[in-house]
């Protein structure tokens, strides 16, 4: 078999155990991106030179004996809104186009320390706002299923280089779905951790008090050793949660029996695409043949998680997005008159559409005449939403829902009705609301042969029993196992 298709714990291994060398693993890998990625185009910068001069010192100290950390020698994909030092950090928008951060975030120095090499920055939509990767300022990145059809977003870049055998493990962000949405649509694992648990330092800011960085990969297993890297309290973000560090893998145990999964059967009934339903009908009888307990449960306020969601995220947006003026940050326009016409011409020419369309929503829902119909409401809905699950998980373990409505759909399809595509993400957004982890796993395929992810979603620092869920499907499963055959 390719070294390229090999999962990160297997990889890891075989570094580790000298089966082969870490140059071998990446000229693997690379050789994989040049037969894939012009098709592909998941990657906005590649990192060839400094991977390989990376390999160099690892291998090193690899052969004089020294430990290279559980991630040694390993080639890792980096969403491009995560700052990495002295690498063009993007968004995939024209405004930080040349961006170059002088520092790293502390995922990236999590990484680094458990021996992670990173191979490139992948495509998003810009500034993670959407659910396609369409709206990226740099390229289009295909899904690997099918090269016609969006890959997902806004962290499609992640998904599809996993999806497609380019990296082991990917890190991505996720404000309203943007880890799980694509990891459904790609059929790889995709994790949203809680609120808090993973540091957001060098994370480019979207909506600060929804934002959270996760790990995407081939495995649940995998997915569990990456959350041990970069999970952990870091005094450099305010909201990182005081948590002692834990070995997540420990809680890989094939079982599910004693556990209550909770199912919101009133929430998961309208404007879902049948195959999804039915594959997401399918996960319940799995666990039910696998000994877990199955409990209705109600969500009353669920149903308003998309609504405020696009307040509360456009709001945060609009004040986040303040910096990028042409002085202090970003694209600066090359002709203006004075300075409100500086101001004004980066900002038009550095953002794109849905930027803006989002700035402009989030100016006006915080906007001294509306704040208190839209931007206050829209806190006291986030309240009831957070209520309803702390209820729920009084009575179960886990919630499983469907992650997408429906499976990946063809470019331009969206596009042109933004409501559309929010909708995409009705399933994923009450979990950032309520700053609950999640997890994204290849659940089954749609009539096309299109990937359907089913989502789990879990109490605040529940992780352990998500984990464990997750890994009990997987194991009693095959989807996974299938690859797309397109390329
Ligand atoms: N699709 C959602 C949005 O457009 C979520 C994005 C995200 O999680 N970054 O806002």
């Known amino acids: 078999m390719e070294l390229y298709r090999f999962t990160l714990t297997e990889i890891a291994k075989k570094i580790k ?16 991106i040049e037969e894939v990625e012009p098709q592909i185009a998941a990657y906005i910068t590649l990192m060839r030179k400094e991977a390989y001069e990376r390999a160099d010192y690892l291998q090193k100290k690899l052969d004089q004996g020294e430990d290279i950390g559980v991630l040694g020698g390993v080639p890792i994909a980096i969403k491009d809104n995560i700052c990495t030092s002295g690498v063009k950090t993007t968004c995939a928008s024209r405004m930080l186009e040349n961006f170059v951060p002088v520092y790293d975030a502390t995922v990236i120095k999590n990484l680094e320390e458990a021996g992670a090499i990173f191979i490139g920055k992948t495509n998003m939509d810009e500034f993670a706002m959407g659910s396609s990767t369409e709206s990226s300022y740099m390229k289009k990145t295909k899904n690997p299923w099918d090269l016609e059809k969006v890959p997902g977003g806004s962290s499609g870049g992640s998904a599809a280089a996993i999806a497609s055998d380019m990296a082991f493990a990917a890190l991505g962000s996720d404000t309203g779905g943007s880890i799980r949405q694509p990891a459904s649509y790609c059929s790889v694992v995709g994790l949203k951790p809680t609120y808090g648990l993973v540091s957001r330092f060098g994370l480019i800011a979207f909506a600060s008090s929804l934002d ?32 002692e560090k834990k070995d997540y ?15 919101p059967t009133e929430f ?10 039915q594959a997401y009908d399918q996960a319940i009888e799995t666990f039910k043949d696998l000994g ?10 669920i149903k308003y998680s998309l609504a405020t969601y696009y307040i509360i995220a456009t709001a945060e947006a609009s ?30 020419e550095g953002f794109g559409a849905e930027v803006k369309r989002r700035i402009m929503l989030g100016t006006y829902v915080l906007s001294a005449g509306y704040y208190d119909a839209y931007y206050k409401r829209a806190q006291q809905v986030r309240t009831l939403i957070i209520e309803n699950f702390k209820k729920a998980f009084e009575t179960c373990d886990v919630i499983l829902m469907p992650t997408a409505p429906k499976t990946a759909f063809r470019f331009g399809e969206k596009t042109e009705n933004p409501l559309e595509m929010y909708l995409e993400d009705i399933y994923t957004v009450p979990v ?9 796993i ?38 996974h196992e299938r690859k797309p055959n397109k390329i």
């Open 17 to 32: 155990n000298k089966e082969v060398t870490i140059h071998e693993v990446l000229d693997s890998v690379f050789s994989r």
């Open 292 to 301: 877990a307990t199955i409990k209705e449960i109600q969500l009353d306020y």
């Open 432 to 440: 950032n609301i309520a700053g609950l982890p999640a997890i994204s």
């Open 212 to 243: 959270q960085i996760g790990p995407f990969a081939k495995t649940v297993e995998d997915t569990a050793l990456m959350l041990n890297v970069i999970a952990g309290h870091d005094k450099k973000d305010t909201t990182s949660a005081p948590i």
């Open 442 to 479: 290849p659940g089954g395929f749609d009539h096309e042969g299109m990937p359907i992810g089913i989502q789990l979603i879990g109490n605040a620092f529940g992780e352990e029993t998500l984990l464990q869920i997750a890994y009990t499907f997987e194991q009693n499963t095959n989807y």
């Open 319 to 348: 004040s986040n997005l303040g910096r990028y003026d042409g002085i202090r940050y970003g694209h600066r326009a090359s002709d203006f008159k004075d300075i409100d016409d500086l101001y004004c011409k980066s900002r038009s």
């Open 249 to 263: 893998t420990k809680a890989l145990q094939n079982t599910v029996k004693g556990l209550t999964i909770g199912i």
């Open 268 to 277: 998961v009934k309208e404007g879902i695409h049948e195959d999804v339903k």
